[in-house]
């Protein structure tokens, strides 16, 4: 059965939810307030598609400046690349016979390919399948803080540098890493000593990647780093308001929910539960704050529902049958958790679009 997508012209009161609705005027000011940042401070800007995962948003960040993409799984890289996308950059350790088979495809076809690797073993097993006739570029992951993935310290970056330099199918293409949020100051000293370490070694270091959205105005205060990745920032959430990376103005994506239940005076139902809004509470204490309505919380989630307590709500909250807006904690979950984006402009649709590499984890 067709799910009842929505032409363009409808008011999004009348669609089907529960349904995550992108606001093309706010889209587009996200992307353009991070390229201009960008370009004023000279960082080449990667957008990571993690957070939307659709073609079309790719090139709208494109077309704005961007220099290429940043994807995270082979899978989620190969719908790109079969999109048309030619620079991209897998900031993952790729492992396993059948995932470098689908690498090394994927590295003829796409004119600039980019993977990382934190381990002799990540590198071992790269090597054994790419040779000198073509090439892949490896670009060392460094931990400068996070505490996730990546080398401890510049010394052992510089040693996998010169074990990726000298694999005849690998070429070295520099560092990378995901820095804790407000490390701006370890990465800047990580980067330097590694390159330090890499210039005596005579091995050159082209990219130096940092990333993040909380961290993506605080970019210039790296000035080792050529280039800054993140994804949020595109869509916005909860938690980028929280850290104060934007305000509830920047928000662009939304879930629409209808109540459909109110079983007593203090407790409302919505229709928007684990499987429409992520579980992910990233330091709240619930699951998404429901717009216009200060002091109503959706503590708990289970499939289909979502239990809002209004205790403490301030205004009067709708009724059985009536809409309203919830603001995810993490918009990046709920791009996977849906078939299609529904876009926006004053309410109204004006597009729909496939999340064309949505499950792609692996």
Not at 6 to 28: F, N
Not at 226 to 233: D, I, K, M, Q, V
Request: net charge negative.
């Amino acid at each position: 059965m067709d799910y009842p997508w929505p032409e363009a012209g409808t008011p999004l009161e009348q669609i089907a939810t529960p349904m995550p609705v992108i606001d093309e005027d706010r889209l587009a000011a996200n992307i353009a307030r991070a390229q201009a940042y960008c370009d004023q401070h000279g960082k080449a800007f990667r957008p990571h598609i993690k957070t939307h995962k659709i073609a079309a948003i790719a090139r709208q960040q494109l077309d704005a400046g961007a220099v290429g993409l940043n994807c995270q799984k082979v899978t989620e890289a190969e719908i790109f690349a079969e999109a048309g996308f030619d620079d991209i950059l897998i900031t993952y350790n790729v492992l396993g016979h059948a995932k470098l088979a689908r690498l090394k495809a994927m590295n003829s076809r796409v004119a600039k390919l980019a993977v990382v690797a934190d381990s002799e073993v990540t590198i071992a097993g790269l090597a054994s399948t790419f040779s000198a006739d073509q090439p892949l570029t490896v670009l060392i992951e460094c931990d400068t803080g996070a505490r996730r993935c990546g080398v401890q310290t510049p010394e052992a970056a510089a040693l996998l540098a010169e074990q990726v330099a000298a694999a005849p199918g690998l070429r070295f293409g520099g560092i990378m890493t995901y820095p804790a949020v407000g490390g701006a100051a370890e990465v800047e000293a990580f980067l330097a000593r590694t390159m330090a370490l890499l210039s005596g070694k005579g091995i050159d270091c082209p990219v130096r990647s940092s990333g993040g959205s909380p961290d993506l105005f605080a970019a210039h205060l790296v000035p080792s780093a050529t280039e800054h990745r993140a994804g949020t920032y595109v869509y916005n959430d909860r938690s980028m308001v929280r850290a104060g990376h934007c305000s509830a103005d920047d928000l662009a994506m939304h879930v629409i929910a209808t109540v459909v239940s109110r079983p007593a005076e203090d407790r409302a139902v919505l229709d928007c539960g684990s499987k429409a809004l992520t579980s992910d509470l990233l330091g709240f204490t619930d699951y998404g704050a429901i717009h216009g309505f200060e002091g109503a919380r959706i503590v708990s989630l289970s499939e289909e529902h979502a239990v809002v307590d209004l205790s403490t709500c301030t205004e009067p909250f709708p009724q059985i049958g009536s809409l309203v807006k919830v603001v995810p904690n993490h918009t990046c979950v709920v791009s996977n958790l849906f078939e299609r984006m529904v876009f926006h402009r004053n309410g109204i649709v004006t597009r729909v679009e496939k999340v064309d590499a949505r499950g792609t984890v692996w």
